[in-house]
């Protein structure tokens, strides 16, 4: 990953950065990687080079920020909405990177916020959605200071995690929430829908003005047949570990988390890294196609009250509209569209 390398061209990049920088995290890796992301959003995985266990570390600031400003989020929402971004992307362990496999997260409670969803591709392209997007504030008091009680925002209910493997019917998991700080209740629903052991630490901090600061994560993973030596190594590294929010907040990358998760005694190695970015990938032919599938008589009711049918998107906010001539048009354009298929059919039949 020095600077003589050749980078892999655009649409391989992803899977080639995951499966072949296979690199000793040492200071010429750290600078190569502050050098490439700077200030962007990225994940990397870590593990001892001779340990069965895996550690991702990931920083999600500007993702948190453009989901607060997308969905124009109180403070409190956009503290819990940023919690469930950087633990979707955590979950996105269980996907196949560099494809267009999704994991979803939605963490459903009984209190105000309602719900939140956010969804990852195997790219790190994330796009999310809350029921309440304007949630007063709720703080507690812990150690004497003052902290978010996201726990109140969420309430008692579900965490529901959603696999598409692009193979049909997704994979559901629903566990109960067992705390409402979101990092606990992944942990617990990998252990108990996974079988995965893991320990996870998410932090979202926010600005004087209530935005989002720092956002970012870390996991641990233990694939089985991790020795003794090692796991109490890396456990006594994550009992000293400074919450990830005053991490970031100090100018630490996800890199330096990793390398103090795993010590150098381990041979800490650099498996995978990728650029995580909120995007939407809604565009006018998605829309034109719910536009042709709305009832005729849905389509004459929203014209009876509205000079234009409008679709907006929950994730990105984006507005499409279309005037009746337009909508016409478009549900004209889909009917042609079907005829060939309608007339093979036809076809088909007579010949049986």
Same mark, same amino acid.
């Given at each position: 990953?020095?600077? @003589?390398?050749?980078?892999?061209?655009?649409?391989?990049?992803? #899977?080639?950065?995951?499966?072949?920088?296979?690199?000793?995290?040492?200071?010429?890796?750290?600078?190569?990687?502050?050098?490439?992301?700077?200030? %962007?959003?990225? &994940?990397?995985?870590?593990?001892?080079?001779? #340990?069965?266990?895996?550690?991702?570390?990931?920083?999600?600031?500007?993702?948190?920020?453009?989901?607060?400003?997308?969905?124009?989020?109180?403070?409190?929402?956009?503290?819990?909405?940023?919690?469930?971004?950087?633990?979707?992307?955590? +979950? $996105?362990?269980?996907?196949?990177?560099? !494809?267009?496999?999704?994991?979803?997260?939605?963490? @459903?409670?009984?209190?105000?916020?309602?719900?939140?969803?956010?969804?990852?591709?195997?790219?790190?392209?994330? %796009?999310?959605? &809350?029921? /309440?997007?304007?949630?007063?504030?709720?703080?507690?008091?812990?150690?004497?200071?003052?902290? +978010?009680?996201?726990?109140?925002?969420?309430? /008692?209910?579900?965490?529901?995690?959603?696999?598409?493997?692009?193979?049909?019917?997704?994979?559901?998991?629903?566990?109960?929430? &067992?705390?409402?700080?979101?990092? @606990?209740?992944?942990?617990?629903?990998?252990?108990?829908?996974?079988?995965?052991? $893991?320990?996870?630490?998410?932090?979202?901090?926010?600005?004087?003005?209530?935005?989002?600061?720092?956002?970012?994560?870390?996991?641990?993973?233990?694939?089985?047949?991790? $020795?003794?030596?090692?796991?109490?190594?890396?456990?006594?590294?994550?009992?000293?570990?400074?919450?990830?929010?005053?991490?970031?907040?100090?100018?630490?990358?996800?890199?330096?988390?990793?390398?103090?998760?795993?010590? #150098?005694?381990? /041979?800490?190695?650099?498996?995978?890294?990728?650029?995580?970015?909120?995007?939407?990938?809604?565009?006018?032919?998605?829309?034109?196609?719910?536009?042709?599938?709305?009832?005729?008589?849905?389509?004459?009711?929203?014209?009876?009250? /509205?000079?234009?049918? @409008?679709? !907006?998107?929950?994730?990105?906010?984006?507005?499409?509209?279309? !005037?009746?001539?337009?909508?016409?048009?478009?549900?004209?354009?889909?009917?042609?569209?079907?005829?060939?298929?309608?007339?093979? #059919?036809?076809?088909?039949?007579?010949? $049986?």
């Amino acid at each position: 990953m020095g600077k @003589e390398e050749k980078r892999p061209p655009e649409g391989e990049r992803e #899977e080639t950065a995951f499966y072949d920088w296979r690199k000793k995290i040492d200071e010429q890796v750290k600078r190569d990687l502050k050098d490439y992301f700077q200030d %962007r959003d990225y &994940v990397v995985m870590a593990v001892p080079k001779e #340990e069965p266990l895996r550690v991702w570390a990931v920083k999600a600031t500007n993702t948190a920020r453009t989901a607060q400003r997308v969905h124009r989020l109180s403070p409190m929402a956009a503290a819990v909405m940023g919690r469930a971004i950087v633990g979707a992307i955590l +979950l $996105s362990s269980l996907i196949k990177h560099g !494809t267009d496999q999704k994991v979803g997260l939605k963490i @459903e409670g009984d209190g105000p916020i309602g719900y939140v969803y956010v969804e990852v591709d195997g790219k790190g392209r994330v %796009r999310g959605l &809350v029921k /309440n997007p304007d949630v007063p504030l709720f703080t507690k008091e812990v150690n004497g200071k003052t902290k +978010l009680d996201i726990a109140r925002a969420i309430g /008692n209910g579900t965490l529901t995690v959603i696999k598409d493997l692009g193979m049909g019917k997704p994979y559901v998991g629903v566990v109960p929430l &067992v705390s409402g700080e979101i990092a @606990e209740d992944i942990a617990y629903y990998l252990a108990q829908s996974e079988q995965i052991p $893991s320990a996870v630490g998410i932090g979202v901090k926010l600005d004087e003005k209530g935005e989002v600061k720092v956002a970012g994560g870390w996991m641990v993973q233990e694939m089985g047949g991790t $020795s003794e030596k090692a796991l109490q190594v890396i456990e006594d590294a994550v009992k000293k570990l400074p919450p990830v929010s005053d991490l970031l907040e100090q100018g630490k990358r996800p890199e330096d988390i990793a390398l103090m998760i795993i010590p #150098e005694e381990l /041979n800490p190695h650099l498996l995978g890294l990728k650029e995580i970015e909120y995007y939407c990938p809604c565009d006018e032919k998605i829309v034109e196609g719910v536009v042709a599938g709305l009832p005729q008589e849905e389509v004459d009711k929203i014209f009876e009250e /509205n000079q234009f049918l @409008e679709v !907006t998107c929950h994730f990105c906010g984006k507005v499409y509209r279309y !005037t009746r001539e337009q909508v016409e048009e478009i549900r004209s354009r889909a009917r042609e569209e079907e005829k060939p298929s309608d007339r093979k #059919e036809e076809g088909d039949k007579e010949n $049986s």
